[in-house]
Protein backbone atom coordinates (compact mmCIF):
# COMPACT_ATOMS: atom_id res chain seq x y z
CA UNK A 1 0.00 0.00 0.00
CA UNK A 2 1.61 3.71 -1.07
CA UNK A 3 0.58 6.56 0.82
CA UNK A 4 0.34 9.90 -1.13
CA UNK A 5 1.38 13.28 0.11
CA UNK A 6 -2.02 15.00 -1.70
CA UNK A 7 -5.57 13.63 -1.79
CA UNK A 8 -6.83 12.56 -5.13
CA UNK A 9 -7.35 15.07 -7.78
CA UNK A 10 -4.15 17.57 -6.80
CA UNK A 11 -1.27 15.78 -9.16
CA UNK A 12 2.27 14.98 -8.00
CA UNK A 13 4.56 17.36 -6.47
CA UNK A 14 6.02 18.40 -9.88
CA UNK A 15 2.62 18.86 -10.94
CA UNK A 16 2.00 21.34 -8.07
CA UNK A 17 5.63 22.97 -8.01
CA UNK A 18 4.84 23.98 -11.76
CA UNK A 19 1.36 25.58 -10.55
CA UNK A 20 2.57 27.34 -7.86
CA UNK A 21 5.13 28.83 -9.91
CA UNK A 22 3.18 29.96 -13.05
CA UNK A 23 0.67 31.39 -10.20
CA UNK A 24 3.17 33.39 -8.60
CA UNK A 25 4.59 34.58 -12.19
CA UNK A 26 0.71 35.83 -13.05
CA UNK A 27 1.02 37.66 -9.83
CA UNK A 28 4.33 39.21 -10.07
CA UNK A 29 3.30 40.33 -13.58
CA UNK A 30 0.14 41.24 -12.49
CA UNK A 31 1.79 43.66 -9.73
CA UNK A 32 4.32 45.11 -12.01
CA UNK A 33 1.34 46.27 -14.73
CA UNK A 34 -0.06 48.06 -11.44
CA UNK A 35 2.51 49.78 -10.19
CA UNK A 36 4.95 50.15 -13.04
CA UNK A 37 3.19 53.75 -14.04
CA UNK A 38 4.03 55.23 -9.95
CA UNK A 39 7.44 53.56 -10.56
CA UNK A 40 8.66 55.10 -13.11
CA UNK A 41 6.77 58.65 -12.08
CA UNK A 42 9.09 58.23 -8.91
CA UNK A 43 12.05 57.17 -10.77
CA UNK A 44 11.46 60.34 -13.40
CA UNK A 45 11.35 62.54 -10.19
CA UNK A 46 9.50 65.77 -11.44
CA UNK A 47 10.95 68.64 -13.69
CA UNK A 48 12.71 71.09 -12.56
CA UNK A 49 14.38 73.54 -14.52
CA UNK A 50 16.33 76.70 -13.48
CA UNK A 51 17.55 79.19 -14.92
CA UNK A 52 19.85 82.68 -14.38
CA UNK A 53 19.26 86.01 -15.11
CA UNK A 54 21.06 89.54 -14.16
CA UNK A 55 18.38 91.28 -12.34
CA UNK A 56 19.23 95.69 -11.22
CA UNK A 57 22.16 96.52 -9.89
CA UNK A 58 24.28 93.14 -11.27
CA UNK A 59 22.57 91.10 -9.09
CA UNK A 60 22.35 87.28 -10.63
CA UNK A 61 19.00 86.21 -10.05
CA UNK A 62 18.41 81.99 -10.29
CA UNK A 63 14.82 81.08 -11.61
CA UNK A 64 13.86 77.88 -10.48
CA UNK A 65 10.62 76.23 -11.16
CA UNK A 66 9.15 72.84 -9.50
CA UNK A 67 6.70 70.82 -11.51
CA UNK A 68 3.14 71.02 -10.41
CA UNK A 69 2.53 68.78 -7.16
CA UNK A 70 5.66 68.53 -6.18
CA UNK A 71 7.90 70.87 -3.95
CA UNK A 72 10.99 71.31 -2.33
CA UNK A 73 11.91 72.12 1.17
CA UNK A 74 12.82 75.63 1.95
CA UNK A 75 16.27 76.70 2.23
CA UNK A 76 15.81 76.81 6.20
CA UNK A 77 13.04 73.93 6.77
CA UNK A 78 12.65 74.31 10.41
CA UNK A 79 13.24 70.40 11.16
CA UNK A 80 16.56 69.05 11.44
CA UNK A 81 15.65 65.79 9.67
CA UNK A 82 14.79 67.81 6.26
CA UNK A 83 16.79 68.19 3.57
CA UNK A 84 17.57 71.90 2.49
CA UNK A 85 16.97 73.75 -0.30
CA UNK A 86 20.67 75.20 -0.84
CA UNK A 87 22.51 77.14 -3.75
CA UNK A 88 26.32 76.53 -3.79
CA UNK A 89 28.83 78.65 -5.99
CA UNK A 90 32.26 79.00 -6.99
CA UNK A 91 32.91 82.69 -8.09
CA UNK A 92 36.20 83.40 -9.93
CA UNK A 93 39.58 84.95 -8.87
CA UNK A 94 38.70 88.38 -7.96
CA UNK A 95 34.77 87.69 -7.04
CA UNK A 96 33.28 87.53 -3.78
CA UNK A 97 29.08 86.01 -2.67
CA UNK A 98 27.96 89.30 -0.73
CA UNK A 99 24.79 87.66 -0.35
CA UNK A 100 22.18 84.80 -1.30
CA UNK A 101 19.09 85.47 -0.58
CA UNK A 102 16.55 82.13 -0.71
CA UNK A 103 12.48 83.78 -1.27
CA UNK A 104 10.19 83.29 1.71
CA UNK A 105 8.55 79.99 1.56
CA UNK A 106 5.11 78.76 1.41
CA UNK A 107 3.76 77.36 4.31
CA UNK A 108 1.56 74.52 4.50
CA UNK A 109 0.70 70.97 5.83
CA UNK A 110 0.75 67.87 3.51
CA UNK A 111 -1.45 64.32 3.85
CA UNK A 112 1.21 63.12 5.42
CA UNK A 113 1.57 65.07 8.40
CA UNK A 114 -1.50 66.64 8.48
CA UNK A 115 -1.38 68.83 11.99
CA UNK A 116 2.53 69.99 11.16
CA UNK A 117 3.17 73.08 9.52
CA UNK A 118 6.01 72.76 6.87
CA UNK A 119 8.19 75.37 4.87
CA UNK A 120 8.15 74.66 1.50
CA UNK A 121 9.14 75.98 -2.47
CA UNK A 122 6.42 75.08 -5.51
CA UNK A 123 6.23 76.34 -8.61
CA UNK A 124 8.02 79.30 -9.41
CA UNK A 125 10.72 80.84 -7.53
CA UNK A 126 14.46 82.58 -7.14
CA UNK A 127 17.32 82.52 -5.43
CA UNK A 128 19.24 86.30 -5.87
CA UNK A 129 22.50 86.30 -5.34
CA UNK A 130 24.67 89.20 -5.04
CA UNK A 131 28.22 89.36 -5.77
CA UNK A 132 31.71 91.84 -4.74
CA UNK A 133 34.53 92.57 -6.81
CA UNK A 134 34.87 92.78 -10.39
CA UNK A 135 32.68 94.83 -12.34
CA UNK A 136 29.23 93.55 -13.19
CA UNK A 137 28.58 90.48 -13.56
CA UNK A 138 31.59 88.04 -13.87
CA UNK A 139 31.65 85.47 -17.44
CA UNK A 140 31.27 82.36 -15.61
CA UNK A 141 30.15 81.54 -12.05
CA UNK A 142 30.29 77.93 -10.93
CA UNK A 143 26.78 76.31 -9.29
CA UNK A 144 25.17 73.80 -7.85
CA UNK A 145 21.37 73.57 -6.53
CA UNK A 146 20.52 71.27 -4.05
CA UNK A 147 17.24 70.18 -2.88
CA UNK A 148 14.86 67.02 -2.12
CA UNK A 149 11.75 66.79 -3.90
CA UNK A 150 9.34 65.61 -2.20
CA UNK A 151 5.00 65.25 -2.87
CA UNK A 152 2.13 64.92 -0.51
CA UNK A 153 3.01 61.20 -0.07
CA UNK A 154 6.55 60.55 -0.66
CA UNK A 155 10.24 62.23 -0.70
CA UNK A 156 13.21 61.17 -3.32
CA UNK A 157 16.27 61.07 -2.39
CA UNK A 158 18.72 64.30 -2.49
CA UNK A 159 19.19 65.18 -5.69
CA UNK A 160 21.59 68.08 -7.12
CA UNK A 161 21.40 70.42 -10.34
CA UNK A 162 24.37 71.98 -11.59
CA UNK A 163 23.34 75.16 -12.84
CA UNK A 164 26.62 77.39 -13.91
CA UNK A 165 26.28 81.17 -14.77
CA UNK A 166 27.80 81.29 -17.78
CA UNK A 167 27.24 85.45 -18.63
CA UNK A 168 24.84 85.31 -21.42
CA UNK A 169 21.84 85.10 -18.50
CA UNK A 170 20.86 81.46 -19.55
CA UNK A 171 21.51 78.05 -18.81
Not at 57 to 73: P, Q, S
Not at 101 to 116: E, I, M, N, Q, W
Not at 156 to 170: K, M, R, W
Amino acid sequence: MSARLYPEGYGSTSQLVRRASRIALAAAVALAALTAPALRAWAAGPKITASWRVAAGGELALNVDVERGWHLNAHDPDRPYLVPTTLDLDPPPGVAIADVHYPDPVVRSLGFAPDTELRLYEGPFTIRVRLSGGSGPPAKLGARLSYQACNDETCLPPATLAVPFEGTGTR
